[in-house]
């Protein structure tokens, strides 16, 4: 039997959701893998994030099986065990770097995909804990917990030094453009979290804002600091509603290298501003103590431009995601290399569509205006690690939602016809119904209710 058919899985669809169910190799249900990636699939993760956790369930459960063990008592000790099957089968598989070995060269990727999946299998345990499956599963072992990690206190300790111990080391995965430095689906919700728990009002709308803009328009830190509340101005947007433009255009005072690029902004994000300029801005204002906001959108606390502006953003954002434990160097310019990530897929999928270039070069010449570079290569650091298997995705996702939706439409369009013929068919008795009255000399029932209207 191979390694991962200990464990195998079934594709369900519940409430429009692809969800898997596992089973051990005599083909009875496993409850906890399949609770977790239920977890995972409610989180909203990317189908290829999903994929790897589906993955690592397989084989975390086959090998707890094949060492006939429960994954109740996972500890260190049989957590490094497993740390080193896994890499055997990454090793093994056809595109491992490994079989490049042959060749003189030794890489580091089988370890480093190996890493990877051991720091979910952390996760898988922390939520385990989490819902109360067991109570000292992950934690500190000196307090009764069987996998050391500091995941369970990670918002009181000062570094990531221990979150994932077990973790290879000096594999190169701090290198510069890593696809990692991407922010995730549950970073940026952690992100958000923090921020919403600010005792400062306005603070706390004014980094929300600025994590929707980086977010939705891919702008560095130079650019969102140097926006002004004019660029926003209501008449320039009623001009621009009155056109019927599809995104609002602003160009940024300051920007990277003197760039003097203009970004469009959805129509969501423009009333959010204004939304925030009208209100949380405003009020904040309304002490006539504080000093000239000179228009600018974003201000101090004491009501003033940002000092150091971009420079500002940045020393903010760095403070709060080392409060998260993120990795040095995923700071707010993650969200950047997340926007960028997804415009990279987007861009693909439109091309696929109308037939157009879908080359890596043709992609980042498409989006280089959009994420304000002057030349297509400089988005190669972004989207490194990227491939067309996310436009794959996204396509295929698309293509699923069509099924569905025309599969709604034809039983939409039955049952219409359904309604339509018993219509008719009323139609038909009423018609009969009231030729018998004129033959008897009868009112019609009709007339004498509108009559009396």
Same mark, same amino acid.
């Given at each position: 039997m191979a390694e991962t058919e200990w464990v195998t899985s079934r594709k369900v669809r519940e409430m429009g959701q692809e969800l898997y169910v596992f089973y051990d190799r005599d083909y009875r249900? =496993?409850?906890v893998p399949t609770d977790y990636y239920i977890h995972i699939a409610n989180q909203q993760l990317s189908p290829h994030t999903q994929a790897k956790v589906h993955t690592d369930l397989v084989r975390l459960f086959s090998f707890l099986q094949q060492k006939k063990r429960n994954w109740l008592s996972m500890d260190d000790k049989? =957590?490094?065990?497993?740390r080193d099957w896994y890499l055997v089968q990454v090793k093994a598989e056809p595109q491992s770097e490994a079989r490049q070995v042959q060749n003189g060269r030794k890489g580091n990727a089988p370890k480093r995909t190996t890493n990877d999946a051991l720091r979910r299998t952390y996760q898988f345990y922390r939520w385990a804990q989490e819902e109360q499956r067991h109570p000292r599963l992950i934690g500190e072992t000196a307090d009764g917990a069987q996998i050391y990690s500091r995941l369970t206190t990670r918002h009181d300790a000062n570094d990531n030094e221990d979150l994932y111990p077990l973790t290879f080391e000096r594999i190169g995965e701090g290198t510069r453009h890593r696809g990692d430095r991407s922010a995730t689906e549950d970073d940026y919700k952690e992100l958000v979290a923090l921020i919403n728990r600010s005792p400062t009002p306005y603070i706390r709308k004014r980094d929300s804002l600025i994590v929707q803009i980086i977010s939705e328009t891919g702008q560095r830190p130079d650019a969102i600091a140097s926006l002004t509340i004019h660029d926003f101005a209501a008449d320039k947007i009623t001009k621009a509603e009155r056109r019927g433009e599809n995104k609002f255009s602003v160009q940024p005072?300051?920007?990277k290298f003197g760039y003097e690029n203009v970004f469009d902004f959805d129509w969501t994000l423009v009333h959010?501003?204004?939304a925030y300029i009208e209100g949380a801005r405003k009020d904040h204002l309304a002490d006539k103590s504080r000093g000239c906001d000179q228009g600018m959108l974003l201000l101090t606390s004491n009501g003033t431009p940002l000092k150091n502006g971009g420079k500002s953003i940045t020393k903010r954002f760095n403070y709060l995601t080392k409060k998260l434990l993120w990795p040095k160097?995923?700071?707010i310019y993650s969200l950047r290399h997340k926007w960028m990530n997804k415009r990279h897929d987007e861009e693909i999928r439109i091309q696929s569509e109308i037939g157009g270039d879908t080359s890596g070069k043709g992609v980042r010449a498409a989006i280089a205006k959009d994420a304000g570079h002057a030349s297509p290569d400089s988005a190669d650091s972004y989207l490194r690690a990227r491939s067309a298997l996310g436009a794959e995705?996204?396509?295929a996702q698309d293509h699923q939602k069509l099924i569905e939706l025309r599969t709604e439409l034809a039983a939409n369009a039955a049952q219409e016809a359904f309604l339509?013929?018993?219509l008719a068919h009323y139609e038909r008795l009423i018609e009969l119904y009231e030729t018998t009255l004129v033959k008897h000399g009868l009112p019609l029932a009709t007339k004498s209710i509108q009559s009396k209207s």
């Open positions: 249900p =496993l409850a049989l =957590l490094k065990e497993y005072a300051r920007q959010s501003i204004t160097g995923k700071s995705t996204l396509a339509l013929d018993r």
